[in-house]
């Protein structure tokens, strides 16, 4: 087990995206964390930082014996103030001397920091692995993708991983940097009914041709590959291997030249995870990616945030104790739950500041992320509005209660205002909406007539989570 401390990135008015890994193993004790300063004694092992909020020597990591309840014996890193007197922060907790778990999230003045103890044989990176928009510190990932960038566009790929960490991203993305000719197309292999799969991609006699003849030269992603019948599996493999294939009805063939995608939704750690595919396709899926768990690649949250940051549309800046949350938080979507409560607050953000680029504030999150300190902070935003707009000094006093008695923001009341809540919204007309829509936010706005940030707004008042109706 290997310790190794990832900077993740640095708040403020741009989030700057921090260092590659440090492996704790191999550098000495004590070890010092402090600010990059030429001013800095030399003859200690120390960590410099481009970060003027931190002291010139913040912290420092030093060893200590593991408990005498602990099942392993051996030695245990610490994290200990030192030129800091505010103590050191570690998953939100302030603390003179903390021991360091897997997954911890540190701060040193507005720098983020994940502590990982890594169990592979992968070597460290010294650099991110990129693939158009993908980028990763994660040892094995890493291998993955150099292993993909290396393979010959006619290679045929099986991706795996869970729900949510990425798989369809990595297809289109693969699609885009292949520079393969004609379409990306894309089908869901969960289909109930077989009948209407078999013709979905192969095609019938006087109805659709079939998604391998649409693909072209193109990409074909089949999603949950491991769900065909055997029988298909064995067509679809004799098709790709003889290059043509005749379409149910017909009796002259059609050429496939095409490169296939097949994902499964289980992690390759999984050991009966190939299980679900036949020999034969098996066999031509020879290129492998397995995409882990966004809990796995801690290593990569300040990467997938400053990616998350660059598609938002005018918004580059986040709050430390927005970082704070979004590090700590465990997404039940994974990397896709993580990039869309990162969209929905910035097009928030953006809202307040009437259309120009603002900051994503801890009032910005949904409640399920960010708990009741989003409460709290729509509480004390909403108060600084109402003494602006007051003509007196004395600033009103907000309550924290709704009529029920109920606080503020608790999930487990539907409906529950916050102080900036409209009080036109029709929560089942909403409702209604999401679940025709299946959780879609730009169809549900159309549905309901209104602005995509103002439902987005709804959604957070109301503790509404769009992806329960998927």
């Known amino acids: 087990m290997r310790p190794v401390l990832y900077q993740l990135g640095r708040s403020g008015d741009r989030f700057t995206v921090g260092d590659g890994p440090l492996d704790l193993a191999t550098m000495p004790r004590p070890l010092f964390i402090g600010r990059l300063d030429a001013a800095a004694r030399?003859?200690?092992?120390?960590?410099?930082?481009?970060?003027?909020?931190?002291?010139?020597?913040?912290?420092?990591?030093?060893?200590?014996?593991?408990?005498?309840?602990?099942?392993?014996?051996?030695?245990?890193?610490?994290?200990?103030?030192?030129?800091?007197?505010?103590?050191?922060?570690?998953n939100g907790a302030v603390s003179p001397r903390i021991p360091l778990i897997h997954g911890d999230i540190i701060?040193?003045?507005?720098?983020?920091?994940?502590?990982?103890?890594?169990?592979?044989?992968?070597?460290?990176?010294t650099s991110p692995v990129e693939m158009g928009g993908i980028a990763t510190w994660h040892p094995r990932l890493g291998q993955d993708l150099g292993r993909l960038i290396a393979a010959p566009a006619t290679d045929h790929v099986l991706v795996t991983g869970l729900d949510g960490t990425g798989k369809g991203f990595l297809a289109r993305t693969l699609h885009q940097v292949s520079r393969r000719e004609q379409r990306f197309v894309h089908r869901d292999c969960g289909e109930p009914r077989p009948r209407k799969i078999v013709v979905d991609l192969f095609g019938a006699e006087g109805g659709p041709q079939g998604k391998l003849r649409d693909t072209g030269s193109g990409t074909l992603l089949l999603e949950n590959i491991d769900l065909l019948s055997p029988a298909l599996q064995e067509r679809l493999a004799s098709a790709l291997r003889?290059?043509?294939?005749?379409?149910?009805?017909?009796?002259?063939?059609?050429?496939?030249?095409?490169?296939?995608?097949?994902?499964?939704?289980?992690?390759?750690?999984?050991?009966?995870?190939?299980?679900?595919?036949?020999?034969?396709?098996?066999?031509?899926?020879?290129?492998?990616?397995?995409?882990?768990?966004?809990?796995?690649?801690?290593?990569?949250?300040?990467?997938?945030?400053?990616?998350f940051l660059s598609r938002a549309k005018g918004c580059q800046s986040v709050a430390g104790?927005?970082?704070?949350?979004l590090f700590r938080h465990r997404f039940a979507q994974q990397v896709r739950g993580f990039g869309r409560v990162v969209d929905a607050a910035a097009s928030l953000a953006v809202e307040d500041?009437?259309?120009?680029?603002?900051?994503?504030?801890?009032?910005?999150?949904?409640?399920?992320?960010?708990?009741?300190?989003?409460?709290?902070?729509?509480?004390?935003?909403?108060?600084?509005?109402?003494?602006?707009?007051?003509?007196?000094?004395?600033?009103?006093?907000?309550s924290t209660t709704g009529d029920d008695g109920q606080p503020l923001g608790d999930p487990s009341v539907l409906g529950t205002p916050s102080p900036e809540r409209p009080v036109d919204v029709d929560i089942e007309a909403l409702v209604a909406a999401l679940k025709n829509t299946r959780g879609n936010l730009s169809a549900t706005a159309q549905a309901l007539g209104c602005p995509r940030a103002l439902l987005l707004r709804w959604l957070r008042d109301l503790n509404v989570d769009p992806l329960s109706y998927r």
Not at 62 to 82: A, D, K, M, Y
Not at 358 to 380: C, K, N, Q
């Open 321 to 325: 104790d927005v970082c704070r949350v």
């Open 242 to 307: 003889a290059g043509a294939f005749i379409p149910d009805g017909k009796a002259r063939s059609v050429r496939v030249d095409l490169r296939l995608v097949g994902t499964i939704s289980r992690s390759a750690q999984d050991a009966n995870v190939l299980g679900g595919l036949v020999p034969a396709l098996r066999d031509l899926l020879t290129t492998r990616v397995d995409l882990p768990s966004l809990e796995e690649r801690a290593c990569d949250l300040g990467l997938l945030l400053d990616d």
């Open 107 to 125: 701060e040193t003045g507005r720098t983020f920091w994940a502590f990982v103890e890594d169990r592979g044989s992968e070597p460290l990176l």
């Open 353 to 398: 500041r009437g259309g120009k680029a603002g900051s994503i504030e801890l009032r910005h999150l949904p409640f399920a992320v960010a708990g009741a300190d989003a409460t709290r902070a729509m509480l004390a935003h909403a108060q600084r509005l109402a003494v602006d707009d007051s003509d007196t000094n004395k600033p009103p006093v907000l």
């Open 42 to 90: 030399p003859g200690k092992a120390r960590i410099a930082v481009n970060d003027p909020w931190m002291h010139l020597h913040h912290a420092r990591i030093v060893e200590g014996t593991r408990s005498p309840t602990q099942t392993s014996g051996g030695v245990r890193l610490f994290i200990e103030e030192f030129g800091s007197k505010n103590g050191v922060v570690v």
